[in-house]
């Protein structure tokens, strides 16, 4: 019997490695998971990359995560925000590589990673500063700039119901990154308000078949962190 | 010339600015019923207060909502639901959620038709400055600005004309750094209402008591009538 759901989130990322690639999933904190986030603060991994569309807010999830020193690199689109002090101060102090990217760019780099893309050409930012020194082409005449894939070791995702082989739904737009990077990371960890048996999820309805997914997670849910102080 | 005219004080204006509302307004005016629209944060948010509620319009947001509604009443904001800029919004029936990449797919893959976007300057082959001011202490951001810049069939662009120091945003060439090459259609500012075509700017409208003369002074470039 196959059964991808954990007990714990310290059962769930028991195996991450110093230095490892973390794809983690949340626009704002829409589809951030804050508990898995936690856990990782927890287990201790250190000189991390981390891949997200922005850069943590006020002092929890990914900021608590820069706080705590784990984070030698961020990838990501939009790392300025009112409340991003804890990654200003760092970047600010040297501590902390950015890669900036499109968010375009960000997405379908992910997805190329879980589809096995080598690389591909895009047209987003020919011409700007975020495309120099990378390879151009022109394309039956308009231009294009040659894009990598961003692979992960790791994905942390939040989506709203799991079962045990790891098929998922999500919620409303807290779904954004999440079948993104749950395809192109090696170990996708899923946290989840609730488990059904098999078959109790629809399977016109599945978002993200459970291929795509290592472990599941149940996480109790806080009203407080689908409130502003999450977002 | 008038009684009114003469006794306004030397250098006094015959011209009133619009307000950030009426630039709205004015965007509204050219954003078709069926049209699928992306509005980007700040500025260009408050175009949906003027859609005309008659109008079916399909508004998209990059984070994965297509027939994006109004903001919900106080005490019904759901966190799972927001917009680009992080606030929380309503989904109207037959709406969609979808994920990142399929979002960036609509944008990039020319589906959307409109696009409206805040800018630092746009320049005369419409060549839009929008993400950085190079600052060398700026932290960069750029969001979905690039991608929204060449995959939107139409790129528009809405602004002050000038800067808080006096200084036109239309330049020949930008000086902050490029957001996209040669992708802005038209741009709406609270002077007027100005097309990027191959033979230069071309000017759809004037705030009411403005000279093309004047605005041309303003603006610090040639300007055509379209």
């Not at chain 2, 509302?21 to 980007?40: C, F, H, M, S, T």
């Not at chain 2, 399909?58 to 639901?81: Q, R, V």
Request: charged share 20%.
């Amino acid at each position: 019997m196959i059964n991808k759901i954990v007990n714990s989130i310290a059962e769930s990322l028991a195996d991450v490695k110093d230095g490892a690639t973390v794809l983690v999933g949340g626009f704002g904190g829409a589809g951030m998971p804050n508990e898995l986030i936690d856990g990782l603060i927890a287990q201790g991994a250190r000189d991390l990359t981390i891949v997200n569309n922005n850069a943590g807010n006020g002092e929890i999830g990914l900021a608590a995560l820069l706080k705590a020193g784990q984070v030698r690199k961020l990838i990501c689109s939009f790392p300025r925000q009112a409340d991003s002090h804890v990654f200003d101060g760092l970047y600010r102090a040297g501590k902390v590589e950015l890669e900036l990217v499109p968010q375009g760019n960000l997405a379908e780099r992910m997805r190329a990673a879980g589809a096995g893309i080598g690389a591909f050409f895009c047209p987003t930012a020919y011409g700007t500063d975020l495309a120099k020194g990378k390879e151009t082409r022109i394309i039956n005449g308009k231009p294009y700039v040659l894009e990598f894939p961003i692979h992960g070791d790791v994905a942390l995702v939040k989506a709203e119901v799991g079962d045990r082989w790891g098929n998922l739904t999500y919620r409303k737009a807290a779904r954004n990154f999440g079948p993104v990077i749950a395809a192109a990371a090696k170990c996708t960890i899923a946290q989840v308000y609730s488990t059904v048996e098999l078959g109790g999820l629809d399977p016109e309805n599945i978002i993200t078949p459970g291929i795509y997914v290592q472990r599941v997670v149940k996480v109790a849910r806080s009203d407080t962190k689908t409130l502003k102080e999450a977002a | 010339m008038s009684a009114d005219v003469l006794n306004k004080p030397q250098g006094a204006k015959a011209w009133k600015p619009r307000s950030r509302d009426a630039i709205a307004a004015r965007v509204a005016l050219d954003i078709p019923e069926g049209a699928y629209v992306n509005l980007g944060i700040g500025l260009p948010t408050l175009v949906a207060n003027h859609l005309p509620p008659g109008k079916e319009i399909f508004l998209h947001s990059e984070n994965g909502i297509l027939g994006m509604g109004p903001a919900p009443a106080k005490g019904e904001e759901d966190w799972d639901l927001i917009n680009a800029g992080k606030q929380p919004v309503t989904l109207l029936a037959g709406g969609a959620y979808f994920h990142h990449a399929d979002s960036f797919a609509m944008m990039r893959g020319g589906h959307l038709d409109i696009c409206v976007l805040g800018a630092f300057q746009v320049s005369e082959k419409g060549d839009l400055a929008n993400w950085h001011t190079g600052a060398p202490d700026a932290i960069p951001a750029v969001g979905g600005a690039m991608d929204l810049a060449v995959g939107a069939k139409k790129v528009f662009v809405m602004m002050e004309h000038l800067t808080k120091s006096g200084e036109s945003k239309f330049v020949a060439e930008c000086s902050y750094p490029l957001t996209g090459v040669g992708v802005v259609s038209r741009v709406y500012t609270d002077l007027a209402t100005i097309d990027i075509t191959p033979g230069g700017f071309a000017v759809v409208d004037m705030v009411e008591g403005m000279s093309l003369a004047e605005l041309t002074s303003l603006t610090g470039l040639p300007l055509k009538k379209a």
